[in-house]
């Protein structure tokens, strides 16, 4: 890890003149001026000779541990896996006899961190100069450890194994997957839960889950906080696969859920095919399953679990796309019409009338993309040529609140072709009901590029973000990054000094933009020469992001603010110094008149 000191900013006052009258409006101008946020650079990441110059953070928590990779020197080496913390890089993973070749190659990656300084991912495993699989590890308290499914099934003929490892919960819990062999060859897979210690084999087994020599199919899909699994596991009939079953694992025991029975089993075959997205912190889950008319595919239908029952949801052959902690869930349609199932109730979302329906698809085209714990829904919607044609010239994004759907983000001049065309996209959403999207930029016919946008509920406003423009009017700003206290990350093409290079930012609505090259000095060290993109944060204003060297090579970059002091300190030091100068005055006098008397 490396320090780059901070630009210096400090203004020299002059004194001399009247000292107690300048003291005193030292006081107070530093007290009442508004001063800009700087920020710390340092350079997560290892160092040293075995390493090479570029590293990559992924991961950031709420205490300022960062968790990351770094290139290992020589080109094709791999990358080692890292935490920084505390001001210090360590490396983590797997590492000595098995994972690495004779020539010191070895690949390390981490998938997750949490909060609580917990990392998992995996390392690579070698026989001689031979990659042969590689092993899922959790890093703890300072120490990797193995995790996965380990012994007789889960070991090929050279003694190797194969994981996946899938998600972490607050509580280090982890959740994977590991090969299965017979007589070295590889059979199957299976899910497993990491809890306490244990690693335990999870999802559903026996008779019907299980084909020829004993193999089985079960994956890990996600995991909550409370420890609840979802997942899959093929169906078998006469050692063949014959569909897909659900399954939620919760205190121990995993259970089958999703659609089945009549209409949803192929009566020929007997086939069924059901498959789960994605759970919610009280152990909601959604998924799909496919439909039949006796043995005819029949599209297929969405559902959720919840309290132990199924319920077909949504407006027919659909798709689900997410679920929020009070079971509202969002999908689309056969029909190609965004839903919210709310309340026991499905209702259809998106823009309509004219513009945005068309009878060639009988009607709006329209899909949802997120969902907040609010119910709150953003999504887009197509707009058409003609109320009677396919041809679109377009897409709008729109926001759902308490029964309303309003367009949101850029439209109008700037941001329509002169053939009608305007296009916006959404990328995040928070729950605070913000939202950030990109807009294509128009002049006449021309394309000019693309600007980022920030809508905010509470005043219903969109915002447009747009840093920098060239003299042709083209200009780029890109989000990478919405908190949930609506700070946006990104970065802009700057063209103000003749050239367009791109700078990273930070931009609320109280603060507005700010250009991160200029809060610190990338120029004190030979390290760093700039930073290009700003692309999370951890709710307590420390930013990662990436950064160029001076020799062009990309590292990883994290800010840390610098506290400023306070408005009442300044100003007590103000007068601190104002009562230590008038002091040195009256001691002063008082020489005098003793001498005086003298």
Request: hydrophobic share 35%; charged share 15%.
């Amino acid at each position: 890890m490396k320090t780059l000191p901070l630009a210096s900013r400090a203004r020299r006052c002059n004194l001399n003149v009247v000292p107690s009258l300048a003291l005193l409006a030292l006081g107070i101008s530093f007290a009442a001026g508004a001063t800009a946020q700087t920020y710390q650079a340092e350079l997560p990441g290892l160092t040293g000779a075995a390493y090479g110059n570029s590293s990559y953070a992924m991961h950031i928590n709420a205490s300022g541990q960062v968790f990351g990779r770094t290139e290992l020197h020589g080109a094709g080496m791999g990358y080692a896996a890292w935490i920084y913390s505390n001001g210090s890089t360590q490396r983590i993973g797997l590492t000595g006899a098995g994972y690495a070749d004779p020539f010191g190659r070895a690949d390390s990656w981490v998938i997750a961190g949490t909060s609580a300084g917990d990392a998992i991912g995996w390392s690579e495993r070698f026989d001689g100069y031979s990659s042969v699989g590689r092993t899922g590890w959790l890093y703890s308290n300072g120490v990797t450890r193995q995790i996965g499914l380990t012994g007789s099934g889960y070991t090929d003929s050279r003694g190797n194994t194969l994981d996946g490892i899938a998600a972490i919960n607050a509580s280090g819990q982890v959740i994977g997957g590991t090969t299965q062999y017979l007589a070295g060859a590889e059979i199957g897979w299976s899910a497993w839960i990491y809890s306490n210690g244990n690693v335990q084999r999870i999802g559903l087994a026996g008779a019907g889950y299980t084909g020829m020599s004993a193999s089985s199919q079960s994956g890990a899909v996600a995991l909550n906080d409370a420890g609840q699994v979802i997942g899959y596991s093929t169906r078998y009939s006469n050692n063949s696969g014959n569909g897909s079953a659900a399954w939620l694992y919760s205190n121990g025991s995993t259970q089958e859920i999703g659609l089945v029975g009549a209409g949803y089993t192929n009566t020929a075959t007997g086939y069924n095919f059901n498959e789960v997205v994605a759970i919610n912190r009280v152990g909601q889950a959604i998924g799909t399953a496919f439909r039949y008319n006796g043995s005819n595919p029949d599209g297929r239908d969405a559902w959720i679990y919840s309290n132990g029952n199924t319920q077909q949801i949504g407006l027919g052959n659909d798709s689900v796309a997410a679920i929020n902690g009070a079971g509202e869930v969002i999908g689309r349609s056969g029909s190609l019409k965004a839903w919210l199932y709310s309340n026991g109730s499905t209702q259809a979302l998106g823009l309509t009338g004219a513009g945005y329906t068309t009878t060639y698809y009988g009607g709006a085209v329209s899909k949802a993309f997120a969902i907040n714990d609010a119910g709150q829904v953003v999504g887009t919607s197509e707009r058409f040529e003609s109320a009677t044609s396919p041809g679109t010239k377009g897409q709008s994004v729109w926001l759902y609140s308490h029964g309303v759907t309003e367009e949101i983000g850029l439209t109008g001049v700037g941001y329509t072709r002169d053939d009608g065309r305007s296009f916006n996209d959404v990328t995040a959403f928070n729950g605070a009901g913000q939202a950030v999207g990109k807009a294509s930029r128009y002049s006449g016919s021309n394309d000019l590029g693309e600007a980022a946008w920030f809508y905010d509920d509470s005043q219903g406003k969109t915002f447009a973000l747009t840093f920098s423009v060239a003299a042709n009017g083209r200009a780029r700003t890109e989000v990478s990054f919405l908190g949930e206290d609506g700070l946006v990350l990104g970065r802009f093409e700057d063209f103000s000094n003749n050239g367009d290079v791109f700078k990273a930012f930070a931009w609320t609505v109280s603060g507005g933009l700010k250009v991160l090259d200029t809060l610190f000095d990338p120029g004190a060290s030979a390290d760093l020469s700039s930073l290009v993109v700003a692309y999370k944060a951890n709710g307590a204003d420390q930013i990662l992001g990436r950064g160029l060297g001076s020799d062009g090579i990309e590292v990883a970059v994290l800010l840390t603010p610098v506290p400023e002091p306070t408005s009442a300190s300044l100003m007590l030091a103000g007068f601190g110094l104002l009562a230590w100068r008038a002091r040195r005055i009256m001691v002063r006098s008082g020489s005098v008149q003793r001498s005086m008397v003298r």
